[in-house]
């Protein structure tokens, strides 16, 4: 079992700026809430992302279904990641041979390296992807998160796969900070663990998504943060939701502490 330290303490052992940054912004703002806001259109991100950024850590993207994506989205969002002080994570899931992904992450129309703190990638391709990526990302000192797990049913990120996804991190700490994980796989208290499956209502939705509630994510997973995305923004008013959601979040983290 994973000892319990407080989130600044961790801060203070992480080499990795942006890991640093999120676990002391998380005690400032009492949060280790994520809200995924996969909406479609630029504006609708842009007012969601105004309204539930005083509750977040971070906010995650994904920018490939934004049907208006522009630079001047990107400048809206980064303008509101200092505003309300959060960590921008673009949900890509880069998955090729490092050439691939390293133009990628770096190009075509989205220049995601340019603006997320944070991507993550899937390790099906071997280390290859991190290498692709750190090339882009260390000069910018950027991160990754691992998808060591995932929340839908019958899923292939499980046992061996899961073990050699967290030697991969182990070895690539100047740009791997953390994963996508259920519950805590690693002892390094460098490490982020990101659990997204949240929702405090629903069990499941009608693609094999499986839903646990912040309590179990925080408190019996040992994860760190939590993902939410149609929990708060498909919810009646999303600012209520995403304040339930924050407070779920943290209280069992500091359950976890005492
Ligand atoms: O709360 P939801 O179900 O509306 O949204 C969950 C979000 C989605 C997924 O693309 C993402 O979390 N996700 C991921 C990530 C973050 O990598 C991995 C996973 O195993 N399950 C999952 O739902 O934007």
């Known amino acids: 079992p994973r000892k319990i330290i407080s989130y600044s303490e961790r801060a203070r052992l992480c080499s990795h700026p942006v890991t640093r940054k999120l676990l002391t912004l998380m005690e400032e703002k009492r949060t280790n809430l994520t809200v995924s ?22 906010i995650k993207t994904h920018v490939d279904i934004i049907e208006d994506f522009s630079q001047d989205f990107v400048r809206k969002l980064t303008d509101l ?27 075509g129309m989205y220049r995601i390296a340019d603006w997320a703190n944070i991507t993550n990638a899937h390790t099906l391709p071997g280390s290859g992807v991190i290498q692709g990526l750190k090339q882009i990302g260390l000069p910018k000192e950027r991160g990754c998160l691992l998808i060591a ?4 049913s019958g899923n292939l990120c499980s046992g061996d796969y899961t073990k050699e996804t967290v030697k991969i991190a182990e070895g690539n700490k100047d740009f791997v900070i953390g994963f996508i994980c259920q519950s805590a796989i690693s002892d390094d208290p460098e490490f982020l663990h990101i659990t997204p499956g949240v929702q405090l209502s629903s069990r499941k ?37 995403a304040k339930a959601y924050m407070e779920a979040g943290y209280s069992a983290y500091m359950e976890r502490m005492s």
Do not use: W
């Open 149 to 152: 797990e995932m929340s839908s």
């Open 37 to 58: 806001v996969d909406l479609t259109a630029a504006a609708e991100v842009i007012s969601m992302v105004d309204k539930v950024g005083p509750y977040v850590c971070m």
């Open 205 to 241: 939705d009608q693609m094999g998504q499986n839903y646990v509630t912040p309590r179990e994510v925080i408190l019996n997973h040992k994860s760190d943060v939590i993902i939410v995305g149609r929990g708060i923004i498909k919810a009646e008013d999303p600012v209520v939701a």
């Open 81 to 107: 990641a200092v505003k309300h002080n959060f960590i921008i994570f673009e949900d890509r899931k880069f998955a090729d041979i490092g050439n691939t992904v390293m133009q990628q992450y770096s190009g």
